[in-house]
């Protein structure tokens, strides 16, 4: 689910340029501020959080989401090059590279699972999981129905 927010934000700020990037940015912004007001919304009925569970998890879970963002845009930002013009062993380092980073999430990831099951139980926890693809599948079909439709 993340990494599809972040693809189609992604897309959308390089689709633009000029002052219209710059007000379609201010545009994209209130945007994603509206789908994670949405996701947070979402996943804390999802969760079933109390308000004290809910105090506590919120900043938790932002900070994840923080550092896994950093970390992906830090493996991306160095691969905007046209895949024909890599050489074989340019190819294979990048290769290389999305193995450590995709190593480097999941380590972040059990990190703050342990932190979150100071604050949430276990099935909780798996609802989370569960709740970020549904809301992933959600914006997607979403995304997919405003396209239908704009055709």
């Given at each position: 689910?993340?990494?599809?927010?972040?693809?189609?934000?992604?897309?959308?700020?390089?689709?633009?340029?000029?002052?219209?990037?710059?007000?379609?940015e201010h545009h994209h912004r209130e945007?994603?501020?509206?789908?994670?007001?949405?996701?947070?919304?979402?996943?804390?009925?999802?969760?079933?959080?109390?308000?004290?569970?809910?105090?506590?998890?919120?900043?938790?879970?932002?900070?994840?989401?923080?550092?896994?963002?950093?970390?992906?845009?830090?493996?991306?930002?160095?691969?905007?090059?046209?895949?024909?013009?890599?050489?074989?062993?340019?190819?294979?380092?990048?290769?290389?590279?999305?193995?450590?980073?995709?190593?480097?999430?999941?380590?972040?990831?059990?990190?703050?699972?342990?932190?979150?099951q100071r604050i949430i139980s276990n099935?909780?926890?798996?609802?989370?999981?569960?709740?970020?693809?549904?809301?992933?599948?959600?914006?997607?079909?979403?995304?997919?129905?405003?396209?239908?439709?704009?055709?």
């Amino acid at each position: 689910m993340k990494r599809y927010t972040i693809l189609f934000l992604l897309f959308c700020a390089f689709t633009l340029s000029g002052t219209e990037a710059m007000a379609q940015e201010h545009h994209h912004r209130e945007h994603r501020e509206k789908v994670e007001a949405a996701k947070v919304a979402f996943l804390t009925d999802k969760l079933g959080l109390t308000a004290e569970q809910a105090q506590k998890f919120w900043p938790l879970y932002n900070e994840y989401e923080s550092k896994r963002r950093a970390l992906i845009h830090s493996y991306r930002e160095g691969y905007r090059r046209d895949l024909s013009t890599l050489s074989e062993q340019e190819a294979k380092a990048r290769i290389d590279n999305m193995f450590v980073v995709k190593e480097r999430e999941l380590e972040l990831e059990k990190e703050y699972a342990t932190k979150y099951q100071r604050i949430i139980s276990n099935k909780q926890l798996i609802q989370l999981y569960r709740g970020e693809r549904e809301f992933t599948k959600m914006l997607l079909k979403r995304l997919d129905n405003k396209a239908v439709s704009s055709n």
